[in-house]
Nanobody, 124 residues
Framework: QVQLVESGGDLVQPGGSLRLSCKAS????????IAWFRQAPGKERESLSC????????YYMESVKGRFTISRDNAKSTVYLQMTNVKPEDTAVYYC?????????????????WGQGTRVTVSS
């Protein structure tokens, strides 16, 4: 069964750090770019970052650039999102997804495998 499973979401204080994991199964992770998205209550799903399969080239949205780092460990079939200096506005459900266009240029509607999400709450 092809699937992605996120984990690592938690309650964290402003300025703190958190690492999210996205575990792939049923397919070879290193064949695909993987992206992270988030959706805050009452807001649309937002693209955050994407990592290319071959050379680990990564892309970031301005809202998280310099604070979040995406990485991958193909041997563990896992993609990570390291979050630092988190802010209350980072509170959301975080999702990872597979890009079947192999480009990190896909629109959200093109991603073909999504995880169930992991909740991050930033609050003191």
């Amino acid at each position: 069964q092809v699937q992605l499973v996120e984990s690592g979401g938690d309650l964290v204080q402003p300025g703190g750090s958190l690492r999210l994991s996205c575990k792939a199964s049923g397919f070879i992770l290193d064949n695909y770019p993987i992206a992270w998205f988030r959706q805050a209550p009452g807001k649309e799903r937002e693209s955050l970052s994407c990592i290319i399969r071959d050379d680990d080239t990564a892309y970031y949205m301005e809202s998280v650039k310099g604070r979040f780092t995406i990485s991958r460990d193909n041997a563990k079939s896992t993609v990570y999102l390291q979050m630092t200096n988190v802010k209350p506005e980072d509170t959301a459900v975080y999702y990872c997804a597979r890009d079947p266009t192999f480009s990190c240029l896909a629109g959200p509607w093109e991603y073909d495998v999504w995880g169930q999400g992991t909740r991050v709450t930033v609050s003191s």
